[in-house]
Structure formats: structure tokens, C-alpha cells
């Protein structure tokens, strides 16, 4: 018997990567500001999750397409097997921040983290507003999601900035700096590719595509 397309299910698995990947950038944070390299472990551990979710989400993906009859259904596939692939990205980045948190945990504190956490933050209300988009198949949750990444970019240049100043003036912290900037490049990335995904959703509900919140014409062309 032909297995039935099950949107619902595939919906949750995507929310549920999502979910993960969301906890794993703000608990990887938490482990470089409290120095706590055990919960740093652990994330590192758990993106583990993150890789056979974005693989069970492709086969149910591959199985679905054999028994679709709606254009709402091709385009929730379609758009569920795009943005998997920036989710996984941004589990790899947590894994990446809770690496350098490792390592942090045994060095001095260079400074009292403030621009990075609230860089964290930001990723995190961007996840979560495309959780709420997708779960609701409303798109309302999506206005704030390109203000919130030019925020975390300006963040991002802030940290750089001052990270700079501090090797220049402290060379014996270099490495310190160099992490932490790593760290903020990787919060800057995970903003990129959650945008990403805001505008896969906003596909997947609407039919409509938009890049960097303006609406997307391929017929048009930049002068």
C-alpha cells in the first residue's frame, strides 16, 4: 500500500530541528560566558541530532513526491528540503561556538560578553519567529526577521571592531580575541541563514518569493 503524504509530520520534524538548532546557539553561548566547557560538550555532542534530522526530513521528502496532487504540497516539500540544509548550517555553527567555549573555559576572560550574547539572542528570536510562521502558516511572524539580522550585522561589526582594538593593545590576549571574534562571525552566519529560511517559509505559505524582505521578480533587473 502507497504510503499517504503526511504535511503535519513534516512540519514537526522541521520544527523540531529547528527547536534543536535554536537551544544548541543559545546554550553554546551560555557555555562560553559561564565558561562551562561540560554543556559545551554536550551541544557538540547533540548536533549529532541536527544531521539525522535534516536526513530523515530528505527521505520523507522522497517518499512524499511520489504522491502529491496539490501545488501547497510541492511547494512545503521543496521549501522544507531548501531550508533544512541553512538549519543544519546553523547547527554546525553552534557546534562551532561550543568548540571555541571549550577552549575559552581555561583561558582569562578577556572582557564581560555583552554584543555576543545579545547577537545570540537576536538568532534566537529570528529562529523562533520562523518556528511560529511555519507551526501557524502565518507570515505576520516574519516582519521583524530582516530589521533583527541588520541588528546582529551591526553587532557583528561592533564586536570586530573592538576585538581588534584589544589584540592591537593586548597581544598576549590574541588568541582569546580571535575566538571570540570566530564566535561572532558564526552568530553573524547563523542570522544569514535563518533570513534563509524566513524566506522559504514565506514561500511555502504564500507562493511568493522575497530576498532580504522585498518581494523577488527574476523578470526585473538591477540597473
Not at 503535519?8 to 557555555?31: F, R, W
Not at 524566513?198 to 523578470?219: N, V
Amino acid at each position: 500500500m502507497e504510503e499517504r503524504f503526511q504535511p503535519d509530520l513534516l512540519k514537526e520534524l522541521t520544527l523540531k530541528m529547528l527547536s534543536i538548532a535554536k537551544k544548541n546557539i543559545k546554550e553554546g553561548v551560555d557555555s562560553l560566558a559561564n565558561k562551562d566547557a561540560e554543556l559545551a560538550e554536550r551541544i557538540i555532542a547533540e548536533d549529532r541530532l541536527v544531521d539525522d534530522l535534516e536526513l530523515e526530513i530528505e527521505e520523507a521528502c522522497i517518499k512524499s513526491l511520489k504522491t502529491l496532487g496539490k501545488e501547497e504540497d510541492v511547494r512545503l516539500i521543496s521549501g522544507i528540503w531548501k531550508l533544512i540544509t541553512d538549519i543544519e548550517r546553523i547547527g554546525d555553527y553552534a557546534t562551532h561556538v561550543a568548540e571555541a567555549a571549550k577552549i575559552l573555559a581555561s583561558k582569562p576572560t578577556l572582557k564581560p560578553l555583552i554584543d555576543i550574547p545579545a547577537m545570540a539572542d537576536s538568532v534566537v528570536d529570528m529562529i523562533a519567529k520562523c518556528e511560529s510562521a511555519l507551526r501557524s502558516y502565518d507570515i505576520t511572524y516574519l516582519d521583524s526577521i530582516w530589521e533583527t539580522d541588520a541588528r546582529i550585522d551591526a553587532l557583528y561589526d561592533q564586536v570586530f571592531r573592538e576585538l581588534l582594538s584589544y589584540i592591537l593593545e593586548t597581544p598576549r590576549l590574541i588568541t582569546n580575541a580571535i575566538y571570540l571574534a570566530q564566535v561572532a562571525r558564526y552568530l553573524e552566519r547563523a542570522g544569514d541563514h535563518t533570513t534563509n529560511i524566513a524566506e522559504r517559509i514565506f514561500y511555502i505559505i504564500t507562493g511568493r518569493r522575497i530576498k532580504r524582505g522585498k518581494f523577488y521578480d527574476r523578470s526585473i533587473r538591477e540597473v
